[in-house]
């Protein structure tokens, strides 16, 4: 249902676009959020986007990471600016359909060499 790509090994301070392509029509989605986890830690939510375009961000990517969707494709991204080793994870997409409910992406391994 969902196919995740984008993720990749980088020095600290590059850039990186994971994206996560729905198989459904973004209409019928209330929210998408891009989750992370890092070895031996708990999954944890690092944006995320509403259907009225609303975002959320975890603290420590504020004014480093941007959520967007391109509804006309179905997928939503990622954008990670300046990174660091500490953002190194697995990142997962999670849909909630308005029809309640909610799914997982593959997820896509982000790695940050300092």
């Known amino acids: 249902q969902l196919q995740a790509s984008g993720g990749g090994l980088v020095h600290a301070g590059r850039s990186l676009r994971p994206s996560c392509a729905a198989s459904?029509?973004?209409?019928?989605?209330?929210?998408l959020g891009w989750y992370r986890q890092a070895p031996g830690k708990q999954r944890e939510l690092v944006a995320r986007?509403?259907?009225?375009?609303?975002?959320y961000y975890v603290d420590s990517v504020k004014g480093r990471f941007t959520i967007s969707r391109d509804n006309a494709k179905n997928t939503v991204y990622l954008q990670m600016n300046s990174l660091k080793p500490e953002d190194t994870a697995v990142y997962y997409c999670?849909?909630?359909?308005?029809?309640?409910?909610?799914?997982w992406g593959p997820g896509t391994q982000v790695t940050v060499s300092s």
């Open positions: 999670k849909v909630e359909p308005t029809r309640g409910g909610f799914y």
């Open positions: 986007i509403i259907f009225s375009g609303s975002q």
């Open positions: 459904e029509d973004m209409f019928s989605i209330a929210a």
